[in-house]
């Protein structure tokens, strides 16, 4: 078993191998994505085995790790893990032996391995990733939230709009009420 601490993984030897040939690798990766929404916090621990097939190679991946969300509430950091599991063929765009061009029926390029015989999971492994994280995260299920008219993250406590009323009108009906007591 070897470990990579890439995305991408040479398969010219794999793509010689007959139907059936495997590969195991213990994997450790540390993507950099660029999303606003998707920041990776701890690497992506596990295995990607690859499995040599008729029209190419069959990747299956099971991969821990934890992205750094911002908490839907009160827009902190909170850190998700996450656990994405792939399994998608790759299809060569060379052929191995001949060194020529193949035609590809596979329509999207993230499945394709390039002309050095190069395999990248990484844009598979974004994608798993990016539906791996819930729309809605919170840093913790009572999360206040902010203050939607001062902005102040109300988990450190009260802002100043919610002990005064500013508002007249209930300035009218304070004075009403102190008027019945
Ligand atoms: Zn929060
Ligand atoms: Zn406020």
């Known amino acids: 078993m070897k470990t990579s601490h890439g995305t991408e993984f040479n398969v010219a030897q794999l793509l010689k191998d007959p139907i059936g040939g495997r590969r195991s690798y213990d994997v450790e990766i540390s993507p950099d994505f ?11 621990i596990g295995t990607v085995e690859m499995l040599r097939i ?3 190679v069959l990747v299956e991946a099971a991969l821990d790790g934890a992205v750094t969300v911002e908490c839907s509430r009160c827009l902190r950091d909170v850190r998700y893990p996450v656990t994405v599991e792939i399994l998608e063929e790759f299809q060569p765009t060379v052929d191995v032996m001949r060194g020529t061009f193949v035609a590809v029926e596979e329509e999207d390029a993230a499945l394709l391995i390039n002309e050095h015989h190069v395999l990248d999971i990484g844009e598979v492994v974004r ?7 819930p729309l809605q995260v919170l840093c913790r299920e009572d999360c206040a939230g902010l203050c939607l008219t001062c902005g102040k993250d109300l988990n450190l406590g009260p802002c100043e709009c919610s002990q005064d009323a500013t508002d007249p009108r ?12």
């Open 170 to 181: 209930w300035d009218a009906l304070a004075a009403l009420l102190s008027e019945d007591e």
């Open 54 to 56: 008729n029209r190419g």
């Open 127 to 133: 994608q798993a990733l990016l539906l791996a994280v």
């Open 34 to 44: 660029q999303e606003e929404e998707l920041r990776q916090s701890d690497p992506l």
